[in-house]
């Protein structure tokens, strides 16, 4: 039987895109079904009541310096292209709803995906709606009707959905996945991940 995956994923991660770039390897490997699950890092970490990044970083991994080095390594390592984002430039949690309403609309993957080159290679955040909705009509998809429905109360229903479903799993950071309740967090579980459906797939 082939596995399902549930990703946990923001658009303001450079973990959750280069995860994304090795979600093929997941399918092709393993058949795997992946769900798209977009949600805001932000919305996610106040529903749980904590969150590395307030006042000084806990750790140095969360130090941007530090983070800057370690995903261009990642990048490297998986032969992807990445830059450090111009952060304040994002609307983040809009940008994030909008992958939201992909999901809403059945096409996450390749928006997200049009997404994160937009934002993750290129530096080229979406300001408003309108370059939102540009990204996704480049993709092949109703740009318009994605960003129309960053508003919509489905889209808000959605997003809340996701939150206490990944809080429930005990995702507690993004990129998570999560197959057969066990939870992976971060880009470099992947590894891990793979090992534990190697040994599923031999019984």
Request: a positive charge; charged letters at 20%; proline letters at 5%.
């Amino acid at each position: 039987m082939s596995p399902t995956i549930d990703f946990y994923f923001s658009i303001d991660s450079r973990y959750s895109y280069l995860a994304a770039t090795q979600i093929p390897s997941l399918e092709r490997e393993f058949g795997a079904s992946l769900r798209w699950r977009p949600l805001a890092l932000s919305a996610l970490l106040a529903a749980r009541g904590a969150t590395p990044f307030a006042d000084k970083p806990v750790s140095g991994q969360y130090e941007r310096d530090y983070r800057d080095i370690d995903t261009g390594r990642w990048a490297a390592f998986y032969g992807v292209k990445i830059v450090s984002p111009d952060w304040d430039k994002g609307d983040w949690m809009r940008i994030n709803l909008a992958a939201v309403s992909a999901a809403q609309l059945g096409c996450c993957p390749a928006f997200v995906t049009a997404l994160y080159d937009a934002v993750m290679v290129r530096n080229a955040i979406p300001g408003n709606d309108a370059a939102i909705a540009r990204i996704a009509d480049q993709a092949g998809l109703d740009g318009a009707k994605i960003a129309a429905g960053i508003d919509a109360p489905a889209t808000q229903r959605l997003h809340r959905e996701t939150v206490e479903s990944a809080r429930q799993a005990g995702v507690f950071g993004v990129p998570s996945f999560v197959t057969d309740g066990q939870m992976f967090w971060g880009n470099d579980r992947i590894l891990l991940l793979k090992h534990r459906l190697s040994q599923k797939r031999r019984g």
